[in-house]
């Protein structure tokens, strides 16, 4: 890689560090992933070829996002839409609209990511790219189940692993699949869930993926905890942070450590609960990802209300609120119902 770049083999070095991209996020260097792609572009840059920068600041966009670095990915992605709009290469252009979609979702801009998402499947629609499409549905389906729209999101979500089943894309299924369980377990479709779950845990260890794994064991944890399967779902989130930890992936480790949290409230071990609710805060507020954020906070207000001091999980509810009510997230009536039935 570095020679190629150095000697002005400038395809040679975008197809490479495309080519390990994918190696390296799934094992979980993604330090190494970063300085790889930071190499292409200097090198893309350097032979003017704009292509191959638009083709690495998406793969960097990836990066960043991965890391926390929120900023970072939306400016590299930002710019490689407008590289690949210049060239009128639209499956690029919708390649990396999709993904600055999936950035604006993790930091709570939601209807700015709908937009994203839906402009990218109109461009993958008009060229016929069933792959695009069907990334596009998954990642809108996510949205769409943050922002509460239910059965939009099972649609998208369906819609997404008849494509990725159709053209025999696994990796694709195991991701639609666990958006999918989520989905289900939050309509009350419990053994949907668990099938869903299950099925996309299996595909991510046929494949060796950890990262997918942390995700679906992640998804499964909570559907355990919701139907009384305690021991178990301690197993899945401890399996889970333990990945996420060694792939860095920050923002995972937050999810883990706030469901864990969820877990110890409910089996009233409230001191475990606030310490791994008040981790996640701090990691939510380090990357600027409010849905994190306020997961945390009505997190540790539960835990304080389960407590006995109501007055302490009062002022984080309504921090939490405050969030949610912000970013347009489902949780705000949630949080609402909780203040309002215990009058605080």
């Known amino acids: 890689m570095d020679y190629a770049a150095a000697s002005g083999r400038t395809v040679h070095a975008v197809q490479v560090s495309a080519a390990m991209s994918g190696f390296l996020l799934t094992h979980g260097h993604v330090e190494q992933a970063a300085a790889l792609h930071q190499t292409a572009l200097a090198a893309a840059r350097q032979a003017e070829d704009r292509t191959g920068e638009a083709v690495i600041l998406n793969y960097l966009g990836f990066v960043h996002g ?54 990218a499947l109109a461009l993958f629609r008009d060229a016929g790219e069933r792959l695009g499409q069907a990334t596009v549905l998954n990642e809108l389906g996510v949205v769409q189940m943050r922002t509460g729209d239910y059965p939009a999101a099972a649609a998208s979500h369906q819609q997404a692993l008849a494509e990725f089943h159709d053209i025999g894309h696994p990796l694709g299924r195991a991701n639609a699949l666990n958006n999918l369980g989520v989905v289900q377990r939050l309509t009350g479709d419990y053994p949907g869930a668990a099938a869903s779950h299950q099925q996309s845990l299996a595909l991510f260890r046929d494949m060796g993926h950890p990262f997918g794994q942390a995700w679906a064991l992640n998804s499964l944890g909570v559907l355990q905890q919701v139907t009384g399967d305690y021991p178990s779902a301690a197993a899945s989130h401890q399996q889970a942070l333990a990945l996420f930890r060694d792939l860095g992936s920050l923002l995972g480790e937050a999810r883990a450590l706030d469901h864990l949290g969820q877990l110890a409230t409910r089996t009233s071990a409230h001191r475990e609960a606030r310490d791994r609710h008040a981790q996640a805060l701090t990691i939510a507020r380090d990357l600027d990802a409010p849905l994190e954020e306020a997961r945390a906070l009505e997190g540790i207000g539960r835990s304080h209300l389960e407590d006995g001091n109501p007055a302490e999980a009062a002022a984080y509810l309504r921090q939490a609120l405050a969030i949610y009510q912000r970013i347009g997230a489902r949780g705000a009536r949630r949080v609402q119902e909780t203040l309002r039935r215990h009058e605080l």
């Open 66 to 119: 991965l890391t926390g670095d929120y900023p970072a990915a939306v400016a590299s992605q930002q710019q490689a839409i407008t590289l690949f709009r210049d060239a009128g290469d639209r499956p690029g252009q919708a390649y990396a609209l999709n993904q600055l979609g999936v950035i604006q979702g993790v930091t709570g801009d939601y209807a700015a990511a709908i937009a994203s998402q839906q402009e």
